[in-house]
């Protein structure tokens, strides 16, 4: 007889089991003799949430582990390294902190996993935690490189007059495309130096010390007000002559440059940026940045960083 198409049957009600289960969405694991977890790695995670002393087996009925033996006096001596604590716990636990930092250092890491839980992890460890929590919750920067040229059109799309130009290598290793550079210089830039700043520009670079390596190049002009103005920038695999080159074509076909005449340019000694200023803006006036000139003057010795006369040295020096 099926049960369900007879009305007024009632079904026996199922015993209400006494073994206690664990609860994987808790905060904080509370061992009990005798409780029962559906999987191993259930166990572990509890296990590495509140390290003790603990022996279980497999229950042959169900399948599940269960606490046989357990002892919650611990009488070890306490340590600051723990061998459940991997790069895996790490992620799970920082989870928050890091994604809210993705830049975060890793000694910041270290110190906040000695601050919550009193354990000292790695360097490799912290990297690897790091590493899982960026790919998992911000994304794969490698599957955002592929979307690169899309997003350059969406840039000129949504900003028109905007100049953004991607340049790829699709010959040094067959069947890949490889970034090589990324130029951006908004419309707005463009009208702002043009109509509003004096006619200087500032070129410098720096390392990029995140997930994609490479250096950025950037053009900085001053306006009306004696304030930094950006113009434009560009990422770059290696700084050399060539990718100065690439740089400064696009920045003087955006702003109408020519040949330089009535225009300043300051730098600081660029890593083949002279030659390519003197090759593709050869009438413009180029200045030297003092702060770096005096921080060269500092590293080779020529003028004591100490004292109140440091002008006057300087100034001795440059004569």
């Known amino acids: 007889m099926n049960l369900e198409f007879v009305k007024g049957v009632d079904l026996p009600r199922r015993k209400k089991s006494k073994k206690v289960k664990f609860d994987p969405d ?19 995670k509890a296990d590495a949430d509140y390290s003790c002393e603990y022996k279980t087996s497999i229950d042959k009925d169900s399948g599940c582990f269960v606490v046989k033996n357990y002892y ?15 790069y895996k716990f790490v992620a799970e636990k920082l989870k928050d902190e890091i994604t809210c930092q993705p830049y975060i250092r890793l000694w910041k890491i270290q110190e906040l996993v000695r601050k919550k ?19 998992e919750f911000l994304g794969d920067w490698k599957m955002e ?23 790829t290598d699709r010959e040094s290793q067959p069947g890949k495309t490889l970034f090589v550079y990324f130029y951006v210089c908004f419309d707005a830039l463009k009208r702002g ?15 990029l010390k995140g997930s994609c390596k490479g250096e950025l190049l950037v053009a900085v002009g001053r306006n009306g007000n004696q304030q930094m103005f950006p113009i434009a920038w560009v990422v770059v695999d290696t700084e050399t002559k060539h990718s100065w080159s690439f740089f400064l074509k696009y920045l003087i076909e955006g702003l109408n440059l020519g040949t330089g005449h009535g225009l300043t340019v300051m730098s600081d000694l660029q890593k083949g940026l002279v030659p390519a200023l003197y090759e593709l803006l050869p009438d413009s006036e180029q200045r030297r940045c003092a702060r770096h000139i005096w921080y060269n003057c500092i590293n080779y010795g020529v003028v004591k960083k100490e004292g109140n006369s440091s002008g006057d040295e300087l100034s001795q020096v440059l004569k």
Not at 79 to 84: E, P, T
Not at 193 to 207: R, Y
């Open 26 to 44: 808790c905060v904080v694991a509370i061992f009990e003799l005798g409780m029962v977890f559906e999987s191993a790695e259930n166990f572990r």
């Open 72 to 86: 919650p006096v611990h009488v070890c001596p306490q340590s600051i390294k723990n061998k459940l604590c991997t």
């Open 117 to 135: 839980f009193g354990l000292y992890v790695g360097r490799t460890v912290c990297h690897r935690a790091k590493k899982r929590i960026i790919k």
């Open 145 to 167: 490189f592929s979307r690169l040229c899309d997003y350059a059109d969406m840039i000129k799309h949504t900003n028109p007059g905007t100049s953004c130009w991607v340049r």
């Open 193 to 207: 130096w043009l109509e509003g700043c004096i006619k200087i520009i500032g070129f410098d670079g720096c390392f």
